[in-house]
């Protein structure tokens, strides 16, 4: 059961990307987090929640001020270090909130980033121009 547990991502497009490391190229060295928006999917919108800029390693946690909105499938967070693993704090948070999890590290380009789903594995997800 479960809401968010219905269609395969299979990709992610190239703006969704390019406007969050906008984000997180501005929020460095703080984290930066956002919602996902699926549209038949494709992770198509960036959903931007207001006071989701915060301290290394706490911007993740102020997603309760998403809306409840069941096309919201998951988070996007930033990484200031060039690391793109979950930190324990990301695998319990991976596992409370949507099913799929994309971290991008410094410096934030379209490849230093990776999706996981809610158990933390690693999920590939297509770029769409
Ligand atoms: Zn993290």
Not at 12 to 26: M, N, P
Not at 40 to 54: F, H, M, Q
Not at 76 to 100: A, M, N, Q, V, W
């Amino acid at each position: 059961m479960g809401i968010f547990e219905n269609k395969k991502i299979e990709g992610i497009t190239k703006r969704v990307l390019q406007l969050f490391s906008e984000s997180a190229q501005d929020a460095h060295p703080e984290e930066f987090a956002a919602g996902l928006r699926e549209i038949d999917g494709i992770i198509s919108e960036l959903i931007l929640v207001p006071g989701t800029v915060s301290g290394p390693g706490s911007a993740i946690l102020k997603l309760h001020n998403l809306p409840v909105d069941f096309s919201i499938v998951g988070v996007i967070h930033s990484h200031p270090s060039p690391s793109y693993r979950p930190s324990r704090e990301d695998f319990i948070t991976f596992g409370k909130y949507g099913r799929l999890h994309i971290i991008m590290a410094y410096p934030y380009d379209l490849d230093s980033w990776k999706a996981y789903d809610s158990t933390g594995k690693e999920v590939d997800l297509e770029i769409i121009e």
